[in-house]
């Protein structure tokens, strides 16, 4: 079974910066994808940023210059370096892991609160 540990976030003031990191124990086939998703209260989950096996990354527009993912293969972790954070940017950020043969793995989420 897959575990994802995520850890990183906190209460920030607007502004300044956080850095998520997720790692993933167990039986992973192989990855096709690692991302960050979040969701806001009251609103859906949305796709925050990706990296794909290539190496090639995916941003949503409001995080763009912002935002930066990485990962490292020897640990199947991948982290999310948050800055210039906005009030906008409070949710509960939730790390994805998608292999190649189609199973799908989350954690279990990270509060990430933007305040002054």
């Known amino acids: 079974q897959v575990q994802l540990v995520e850890s990183g976030g906190g209460l920030v003031q607007p502004g300044g910066s956080l850095r998520l990191s997720c790692v993933a124990s167990?039986?992973?086939?192989?990855?096709?994808?690692m991302g960050w998703y979040r969701q806001a209260p009251g609103k859906q989950r949305e796709l925050a940023a990706e990296?794909?096996?290539?190496?090639?990354?995916n941003y949503a527009e409001s995080v763009k210059n912002r935002f930066t993912i990485s990962k490292d293969n020897t640990k199947n972790a991948v982290y999310l370096q948050m800055n210039s954070l906005k009030p906008d940017d409070t949710a509960v950020y939730y790390c994805?892991?998608?292999?190649?043969?189609?199973?799908?793995?989350w954690g279990k989420g990270n509060l990430v609160t933007v305040s002054s």
């Open positions: 994805n892991i998608y292999e190649r043969n189609g199973m799908d793995h």
């Open positions: 167990g039986s992973i086939f192989s990855i096709f994808s």
């Open positions: 990296i794909f096996s290539t190496g090639s990354t």
